[in-house]
């Protein structure tokens, strides 16, 4: 299931009844991230808990305030990313969550996906090994719309996953 316009940002999942491990917490299937019609990362399929990915989503969004930028951000895509990258991960022992927005999924492979809040739209930075593959501006709030409609379809799919944690 694609929840967005993948043109646009869309995350989609879907559990495979095969790799199912028999443990009650457990959903276990793909996840993807598509932006500008690429999914994300490129290179790799994310099999994981489903929900437990659509949870760490779900979460970034209350992690990102918004805020009155500095133009270092409103320069070139990968300028931007590099300097989000930076910021985040300055400190080598904490990696700092003001701007993350990605899942272990994504993260597990390599990835970062960074959000920041402007004034009126939102900008998804998407890069692998510190340099930006991807970006986009979307409407004010739409990442966190289509992230809150994956999250609850799973929901109405798999009522069971909400005895392990809510939205």
């Known amino acids: 299931m694609i929840f967005g316009n993948p043109y646009d940002f869309a995350v989609g999942w879907?559990?495979?009844?095969?790799?199912?491990?028999?443990?009650?917490?457990?959903?276990?299937?793909?996840?993807?991230?598509?932006?500008?019609?690429?999914?994300?990362?490129?290179?790799?399929?994310?099999?994981?808990?489903?929900?437990?990915?659509l949870r760490d989503l779900n979460d970034s969004i209350f992690s990102h305030r918004r805020q009155n930028?500095?133009?270092r951000f409103s320069k070139k895509s990968n300028y931007a990313y590099r300097q989000l990258y930076k910021y985040s991960f300055m400190n080598k022992l904490e990696a700092n969550w003001e701007y993350r927005a990605d899942c272990d999924a994504i993260a597990d492979n390599g990835c970062n996906l960074f959000l920041v809040k402007h004034a009126d739209h939102d900008c998804l930075y998407v890069?692998?090994?510190?340099?930006?593959?991807?970006?986009?501006?979307?409407?004010?709030?739409?990442?966190?719309?289509?992230?809150?409609?994956?999250?609850?379809?799973?929901?109405?799919?798999?009522?069971?996953?909400?005895?392990?944690?809510?939205?």
């Open 127 to 167: 890069g692998k090994d510190g340099e930006c593959i991807n970006s986009i501006n979307t409407p004010d709030g739409y990442f966190a719309k289509v992230v809150k409609e994956a999250a609850f379809a799973f929901f109405e799919k798999y009522p069971s996953a909400k005895r392990f944690g809510s939205l």
């Open 14 to 53: 879907d559990l495979v009844k095969d790799w199912d491990v028999q443990q009650p917490r457990f959903y276990e299937g793909v996840i993807y991230i598509i932006i500008n019609g690429s999914i994300v990362p490129r290179d790799k399929l994310l099999s994981v808990d489903v929900w437990a990915n």
């Open 69 to 71: 930028m500095d133009l």
